[in-house]
């Protein structure tokens, strides 16, 4: 989404009024509106259309749209951390962890406070109990999601090279086929170091064991906890890559996960998406837009393609 200077909330809520009114639905309009305004933008419609016409925008919506149009138009009404509070509950019902560790890690301190706020309050448990009854789960995966979910990470931008090379150190004796049991230095770091911090102790853990932690993650797990620790070295290391990946993985192949599809977008979409197009292009030789334009269809494509312009 870009900012658009030309526009008031009020102005914004008329057209949405407008495009709502009567028999049909002007889908061009709404697409015009939602997806050429930032975040911020959106929000103030949101509060402007309820105080104008005295009905959320959200139902407004429900009542003329449906399917995966009016997914993607209320995840973009949404604030971030209540988005994401959403995707969190859909990843415990459909048991998808790597798209949980994926949240957790990919929210500041701050973000991941109003994440949990949200969800307790929407749906009258915590986070921590939810994932705690998560069935058929490795508990090494519980532990590590736990250690995250604190919300204790060192948000500093400046490394301490001494420190990083003592936690690479460290992590390379604590041993790779150790990181969730007796010694779970690994989740210590991934939970409570900052990015940059993290950045340079891959780098130096590969001169210290003599090669990528990822190789090292590789050799000593398999299946959902390789897959855990793999996403979460590759998004701290390089997030724009990392997601470029994640959307192929979901549109390639038979049938698009058009959950993921939405989250991803939308999520990342004042964040790195422009960084994020470009990997995609250059490691599969078609665009996003491209991929998009195949693998969705009507006033749902419109819209991920209005936002990945």
């Known amino acids: ?20 009114k009567g028999l049909g639905t002007d889908e061009e309009a709404i697409i015009q509106v939602l997806a050429n305004r930032s975040l911020e933008q959106r929000l103030v419609i949101c509060d402007t259309f309820k105080e104008m016409y005295g009905k ?3 139902v407004e919506l429900q009542g003329e749209l449906s399917s995966h149009f009016l997914k993607i138009c209320k995840s973009l009404i949404l604030p971030i951390p209540h988005l994401l509070a959403k995707e969190v509950k859909r990843a415990f019902t459909v048991f ?5 560790i994926e949240i957790f890690i990919g929210l500041n301190n701050a973000q991941l406070s109003k994440m949990r706020i949200f969800y307790q309050h929407k749906y ?14 490795d508990e090494t995966f519980k532990r590590l999601a736990l250690a995250v979910l ?15 090379l003592r936690d690479a150190r460290q992590l390379y004796s604590a041993g790779v086929n150790r990181f969730g049991t007796e010694r779970p230095v690994f989740h210590e770091l991934m939970a409570n170091r900052s990015y940059e911090h993290l950045r340079t102790v891959f780098a ?22 390789q897959e855990v620790y793999m996403s979460i070295v590759e998004m701290i290391r390089k997030p724009a890559q990392y997601f470029a990946e994640t959307l192929l993985k979901v549109m390639k192949g038979v049938g698009t996960d058009d959950a993921e ?7 990342r979409s004042e964040i790195d998406l422009e960084e994020i197009k470009q990997h995609f292009g250059s490691v599969n030789g078609r665009t996003l837009r491209e991929y998009i334009k195949h693998d969705t269809g009507g006033d749902y494509r419109s819209m991920l393609l209005a936002i990945v312009k």
């Open 124 to 137: 009258n448990t915590t986070v921590e109990r939810d994932l705690g009854n998560m069935r058929g789960v």
């Open 96 to 100: 998808i962890p790597k798209t949980l």
């Open 261 to 267: 599809l939405v989250r991803i977008v939308v999520w």
């Open 150 to 164: 604190t919300g204790t990470r060192n948000e500093s931008k400046d490394v301490d090279e001494d420190l990083a």
């Open 204 to 225: 130096r853990y590969r001169v210290e064991a003599h090669e990528d932690i990822g190789q090292s993650i590789r050799s000593e797990f398999m299946g959902p906890m």
């Open 1 to 20: 989404a870009v900012v658009s200077t030309q526009s008031t909330g009020e102005e914004d809520s008329k057209t949405l009024k407008k495009a709502m």
């Open 56 to 58: 959320s925008l959200k």
